[in-house]
């Protein structure tokens, strides 16, 4: 820890728009009205995206679904809800009332209408008239409103992106915000298109298409609406890696960068901390506050001052992007460079997993044979997995009785015995990291790199050589 | 067993489950926690090598009748064993968890949920071949070795029948434990399913005597010998011969059957294996004032495992150290004290009363648990079946006697273990006598 006392300041300047920190609500169910984000805000989030407003909805009942792993609920959620389904009248008039009552919080309002100049320009002015500090365009909504012509709809076609966030911007005097949807083949297309139309700045991503699940009793995908169900938007901590993806696809390109909201399974400030680094200038977060509540924000503040402290960052700016430069193309990788799995057998508590990994998953270079004899080389010389659990099966076992086993029954050890401490063979390990993950125990396989003493090669490198007639 | 039935509620309030049984969604999320171990250290240490994470994973994923079917193709007695297995020094004290220092998993608790659910759906035993076959098997005993071999040859076609003394079947499974670990109604249940295989149960019939061993040998082609441990041994002091003495394993019995359902003073009970601890524990709570185990060595020479030691002190048993019992008072009225002398161990371990030490426990009630001796009288009977310190010799893989038409395991065997023991040994030989008479048949 560094010797702060005053915490960083988490203050940030968005696309010009000012929020006390990068938490925002998404525009979702935690920001129906102006009742929760008033308290949201007391919470401390720094900024509020509204839930879409325009044309008003119906919405089904039910309308979410999730799946729960391991013992964890909600790994993933899916909602099949629609825009705000409250007439536009009052949620203007609370934005209003919300931004008088808070004026440091960013309050975005999220927007969304039929594909026409004029109903955009009515919208965008009556937003601006309310009080918003920026507006965000939702051309990602996957479901309901995609069949009418809007939401995805406009989000999968670069020219529609274009048009609208052209249109919008005729009207508009607040930074304009295009939200990208997933639900595409390259990212990147849409967000060069909303670039192209002006927009100041972008938020990635919007749900995911999906189906979580199906009823194996009924054989009704859920949420169930009256015995039928349809595609949802998939959010949470299970779609994190793909919208961090995105956001560093978007990033990296200079036709499509622009200020970027991160969104997608962000629950805590080491969520944060990631979207931040690829790029993010504010982060955005729905499915961890509809588990656990507003409350959320007070340890994602907490956390991501004490990280900024203990690293040195005065600001989000002093670290904002610094992985991009560390993402690169698979063509640009040291093809020279080398890891080996090192198991710490002090650590091992011998349950194999590393073991079954590397053979059913993996490339067989780790084996069970510490006490039968290292026997390095090609798979064939070595016990099968299969053979092995039919040893043990055929061993004869008995519960050990003190009075009838007195020189073999000791007091317990826990220690792994060595037979069971498995052995990776250096030679044929690949460095894949496979057994590492699937480790239990913390710190016990490690990656140790292994110097190869040669030059670094990436494959570009190595087939331009060939091009150029040397070997390969 | 109807008026068993109705006896049980009085002594179900008093022996409730000691592991009570797992909610569904705590089952779960105890499954999930296993690892799923490689060639797992819980499978090793179970005698019958149950799949130990096979079954968890399936209950982890909603598949209860696969967990069941799982459990019991490595161990027939799967639901009893779940209850009465010591799982601390077996699967739960091998878990990897303990590496870890986290809990291990709850193996036995995890296991019964699967059994019960399969008894609650109405599982039945699944057969291992549609033929049957002529061979005839007779199992001396229904106990768990019995029972195991049974169901091994059962289901794979061949004609078993049983023999057992006692009404009811399942031997010390049924008789013999804590009913606060497996409740005797339990024990039947899982039985019922072997009867239904088509196993022949005999009841009331005692080898050796009425009937000949050489009737048996003219009438089946093999024959396994479960016949377990006999009587406890004798006290052997002055007064042993009180009506209020009794042995630790009829105690348990009789309370088990209904026979018992209170008990009245203060309880000594000699010895400190498992068995006394149990029976102990039972006095008890059938409502003794106090219940002492003499024992006449020290704490670390007890034969009990440790966890059962924990639990006497937990349910008030008092333990006196290095005391001998050396005669049972009576007046008219019957037991008024036991007398005892002070142990010490001298030099190279030799237990000697130190003199003068004589005291008086005053109790109305004893309990011997200090061990059982073999059935040597009827062993002795098995034609050419060889013996060694009381045990009947076989071939440890097999089962198979010096006779080789004589199978055996369990007690009888082994000197005295665990239900999963007898069931690993029971399992072993029907499928060693299975393989014989295939032999035999081709």
């Given at each position: ?44 989030w ?8 325009g044309a008003?909805?119906t ?7 999730s799946i ?21 009248d ?16 960013a ?161 805590t ?27 959320i ?5 907490d ?8 690293k ?91 009075k ?69 | ?53 096979r ?38 004290g ?79 499974n ?43 040998e003219?009438?089946?082609d ?129 237990l ?91």
């Open positions: 820890m560094s010797n702060y006392i005053v915490k960083p300041d988490l203050a940030v300047t968005f696309a010009g728009i000012k929020s006390p920190n990068p938490f925002w609500l998404a525009s979702a169910p935690p920001t129906n009205t102006g009742e929760q984000i008033m308290r949201a805000f007391d919470a401390g720094g900024g509020a995206v509204w839930k879409t407003m008003q909805v919405n089904t009942s039910s309308r979410y679904s729960n792993w391991n013992g964890q609920r909600m790994m993933g959620f899916s909602n099949i809800e629609l825009i705000s389904d409250r007439p536009l009052i949620n203007l008039r609370e934005l209003a009332e919300v931004k008088k009552r808070y004026p440091k919080q309050l975005i309002a999220s927007l969304m209408v039929e594909s026409t100049r004029e109903a955009w320009h009515t919208v965008v002015q009556q937003a601006e008239d309310a009080g918003a500090d920026g507006l965000e365009l939702n051309f990602g909504c996957p479901h309901g409103m995609s069949e009418r012509g809007m939401g995805s709809a406009v989000g999968q076609v670069p020219e529609y992106t274009e048009m609208i966030t052209a249109w919008v911007k005729e009207k508009a005097t607040t930074p304009v915000i295009v939200k990208l949807t997933p639900n595409i083949s390259d990212i990147r297309v849409i967000a060069q298109a909303a670039k192209r139309g002006g927009a100041d700045a972008l938020a990635a991503i919007n749900t995911i298409n999906s189906i979580t699940g199906i009823d194996l009793d009924t054989f009704i995908p859920q949420p169930n609406v009256d015995g039928r169900s349809t595609h949802g938007g998939y959010s949470g901590p299970a779609v994190k890696p793909i919208a961090l993806n995105m956001v560093q696809q978007v990033m990296s390109d200079p036709e499509s960068m622009l200020p970027i909201s991160g969104i997608g399974g962000v629950a400030w080491k969520d944060a901390a990631e979207y931040i680094l690829l790029g993010s200038g504010t982060v955005q977060v729905c499915t961890a506050v509809m588990h656990y509540g507003y409350r924000v007070e340890d994602m503040i956390g991501l001052q004490n990280w900024m402290c203990e040195g960052f005065q600001s989000i700016e002093d670290f904002r992007g610094l992985s991009l430069p560390k993402v690169t193309e698979w063509k640009d990788l040291n093809l020279n460079y080398k890891v080996v799995a090192h198991i710490d057998e002090a650590k091992c508590i011998g349950c194999g997993l590393c073991y079954t990994a590397c053979w059913d998953g993996a490339h067989q270079c780790i084996h069970v044979d510490r006490v039968s004899g290292p026997i390095d080389g090609p798979v064939e010389l070595h016990l099968k997995p299969s053979e092995i659990e039919a040893a043990s099966r055929n061993t004869i076992t008995v519960t050990p009785i003190p009838l086993d007195a020189a073999s029954v000791t007091t317990p050890s826990y220690a792994t015995p060595l037979a069971r401490i498995p052995r990776v063979d250096e030679t044929e390990c690949v460095g894949c990291n496979l057994c590492s993950l699937v480790c239990p125990v913390d710190d016990c396989i490690t990656m140790v790199e292994v110097k190869t003493h040669l030059p670094s090669e990436t494959w570009e490198e190595r087939t331009a050589e060939c091009l150029t007639g040397k070997s390969c | 067993m109807q008026e068993l039935l109705q006896q049980k509620p009085e002594i179900a309030a008093i022996f409730a489950d000691l592991h009570p049984p797992f909610q569904a969604q705590a089952a779960v999320i105890e499954a999930d926690r296993c690892l799923n171990c490689f060639d797992a250290p819980c499978t090793g240490a179970c005698p019958t090598h149950i799949d130990v994470p079954f968890i994973k399936k209950i982890a994923s909603g598949n209860l009748h696969g967990a069941a079917l799982g459990i019991l193709d490595a161990n027939i007695l799967g639901a009893s064993c779940a209850r009465a297995c010591p799982v601390e020094v077996l699967c739960e091998a878990c990897v968890m303990h590496g870890l220092n986290q809990q291990p998993i709850e193996i036995g608790r995890l296991q019964r949920f699967a059994m019960d659910d399969f008894h609650a759906q109405g599982g039945r035993l699944p057969r291992k071949s549609y033929e049957n076959r002529p061979e005839k098997i007779a199992c001396i005993g229904a106990g768990p070795a019995s029972l195991a071999a049974a169901a091994e040859l059962k289901q794979r076609g061949f004609q078993v029948t049983i023999f057992d003394k006692h009404p009811l079947p399942g031997g010390l049924t008789y013999g434990i804590a009913e606060y670990k497996l409740p005797l109604l339990d024990s039947l249940r899982e039985i019922e399913l072997i009867k239904e295989l088509g196993v022949d149960f005999r009841f009331g019939v005692e080898i050796g005597t009425k009937t000949s061993l050489a009737k048996l003219a009438e089946f093999i024959i396994f010998i479960g016949v377990g441990l006999g009587a406890m041994h004798k006290l052997a002091v002055t007064g042993d011969q009180q009506p209020r003495v009794t042995e630790a394993l009829q105690l348990i019995e009789d309370y088990k059957t209904g026979k018992t359902t209170h008990i009245e003073g203060k309880v000594v009970v000699v010895g400190a294996g498992n068995t006394a601890i149990d029976a102990a524990n039972a006095a008890k709570r059938l409502g003794a004032k106090e219940v002492s185990i003499l024992y006449r060595r020290t704490r670390k020479h007890i034969s009990a495992f440790d966890f059962e030691y924990r639990q006497a002190l937990q349910e008030g048993i008092r333990f006196l150290w290095l005391t001998q019992l050396m005669a049972i008072r009576a007046s008219s009225e019957g037991i008024t004290s036991v007398e005892c002398a002070r142990m010490e161990i001298g030099s190279g371990g030799l000697r009363p130190i003199e003068d030490s004589t005291f008086h426990l005053e109790c109305s009630m004893v309990v011997s648990a200090i061990g059982q001796s073999p059935m040597l009288e009827l062993l002795a009977q098995c034609r050419d079946v060889q013996l060694q310190q009381g045990r009947v010799v076989v071939d440890r893989a097999t089962g198979q006697t010096t006779n080789p038409k004589y199978f055996a395991g369990g007690d009888c065997v082994n000197g005295g273990r665990e239900v999963v023991d007898a069931v690993a040994d029971g399992k072993r030989a029907g499928a060693a006598i299975a393989r014989l008479l295939e032999v035999a048949y081709v």
